[in-house]
Antibody, heavy 121, light 105 residues
């Protein structure tokens, strides 16, 4: 069974940094691109970043580009999100999600339970 | 960036009703459109990908249609467990954008 478990969230001051982790199990992690998606309190879903299966390609949303860095360690079945220069508007639940693919289509087929990041002084 | 607009933002319905949600893309995305369901305090769940393909394990009362810029999610007969928020998402290009959500209540 596929499991994704995020950790590393918490309270951080504006301008601070935080590193999120996502531990994956139940599938061959190195075969799948992975994503981070966030959801501010009471708001909708916002795609944050994605990384290819071998880390060769990384992509970011405009709101986090230059501040966040996605990475992965296939030997440890883990996904990471390094968040720097945090702002109040980065406050959200952060989900890691597996990117499934079929016949040229991709989708987020498994999600973790999320970890809450709160940016406040 | 491709903007995704969902209508209606909320939908009042009863058990047994047919419910439809529309998602419109700001430019053509072919059929690269996914639908997710989210219940309070839970992670989103994939329902439909490629506009009309039902994810494994999802009840057949859910269906998706459309291509280009206009898409529809239909629930043929609402069950109690279907009251939730539904999001569309385009997977045509980066950044992957979501609609703002439609609440079925």
């Amino acid at each position: 069974e596929v499991h994704l478990v995020e950790s590393g969230g918490g309270l951080v001051k504006p301008g601070g940094s935080l590193r999120l982790s996502c531990a994956a199990s139940g599938f061959t992690f190195s075969n799948y691109p992975m994503n981070w998606v966030r959801q501010a309190p009471g708001k909708g879903l916002e795609w944050v970043s994605s990384i290819s299966s071998s880390s060769g390609y990384t992509y970011y949303g405009d709101s986090v580009k230059g501040r966040f860095t996605i990475s992965r360690d296939n030997a440890k079945n883990s996904l990471y999100l390094q968040m720097n220069s945090l702002r109040a508007e980065d406050t959200a639940v952060y989900y890691c999600a597996r990117e499934g693919m079929e016949s040229g289509y991709d989708y987020l087929d498994y999600w973790g339970q999320g970890t809450l990041v709160t940016v406040s002084s | 960036d491709i903007q995704m607009t969902q209508t209606p933002p909320s939908l009042s319905a009863s058990v047994g009703d047919r419910a439809s949600i529309t998602c419109r893309a700001s430019q053509s995305i072919s059929d690269s459109l996914n639908w997710y369901q989210q219940k309070p305090g839970k992670a989103p769940k994939l329902l439909i990908y490629a506009a009309s393909i039902l994810q494994s394990g999802v009840p057949s009362r859910f269906s998706g249609s459309g291509s280009g810029t206009d898409f529809t999610l239909t629930i043929s007969s609402l069950q109690r467990e279907d009251f939730a928020i539904y999001y569309c998402q385009q997977s045509y290009t980066i950044p992957r954008t979501f609609g703002q959500g439609s609440k079925v209540e």
